[in-house]
């Protein structure tokens, strides 16, 4: 058995798809499947594409419900759920914050007053998407607000992949989407997966590492897209509750038995702050997470391991 890798931008993110297979062929078709599911969900939930479902329900928003596949329908009904246990700190009506506001390039030299931002945020709030089950429809109750999954597209499709290929009794395989990676089985030598936890004033050197084999993960790290502006550094991450974004924390890395469910989390808990974070993990059986502050100061929550 061997290892067989392929790297490829999907989602508008880079995707590293690897199985272990017996040859090169099996391995490149394992690939290849994998990489069919991510460009299906990606279709399906793209606001970059007029006719996704995503934007027929944005476009109806305050006119009328949207009814949509089954699909689309469950992952919304999931990320409802994670709003309501962070208290809304992952939202993911978000999508009415545009670019105007935030808009993480060189360019930005100020933050957007206060006022304004709070303005923004108003259409910002998951109690106003209404689900009808019987239907299977969506319904925006504001004009204006606009809903979006970048907050959990890439761990949901690293997951659903991940099924397709164990479905093909592909035994073990890392599915990984810009860093929120899916793992499951050993590697050719027997050995369980692992992965380095990137130093945030260094990712390219790993502070430490963890075996991840049948789990996922996923980090929400503010040195991937930042600004600074009068020597203090903002992160991409938006605070839901004020539009503005959160400071003092670098990164947030959760470590969950599924991608989607990692990746939804990661964010909120930057926003909540490094107690409450902290607070909710610890509820959550299964889930734990690992906080660098601002201060590089490491904060983890129970239960977890670093070698």
Known sequence: MQKYSKSLKLMGNSFTITVVAENEKTGNENINLAVEEIRRIE???????????????????????????????????????????????????????????????????????????LKMVHLIDYRNIVLDKENYSVFLKEKGMRIGFGGIGKGYAAEMAKQILIKQNVLSGIINASGDLSAWGLQPDGKRWTIGVADPDSPNTPFSYMEISNKAVATSGN????????????????????????????????????????DAMATPIAVMGIKAGLYLIDQIPDLYCIIIDDNNKIYTSKNIRLK
């Open 43 to 117: 279709k399906l939930l793209t606001t970059y594409n007029d006719d996704s479902q995503t934007n027929l329900i944005n476009r109806n928003a305050g006119i009328q419900p949207t009814v949509v596949d089954a699909e689309v329908f469950s992952l919304i009904e999931r990320c409802l759920g994670i709003s309501k246990i962070t208290q809304g700190a992952f939202d993911i009506s978000y999508g009415s914050i545009d670019k105007s506001l935030w808009n993480f390039d060189k360019a930005m030299t100020k933050l957007p007053d206060a006022e304004t931002a």
């Open 223 to 262: 040195y991937e897209k930042f600004v600074t502006i009068n020597n203090k550094k903002y992160s991409h991450t938006i605070d839901p509750n004020t539009g503005l974004p959160i400071t003092g924390i670098k990164s947030v890395t959760i470590i969950a038995s599924n991608a989607e469910f990692a």
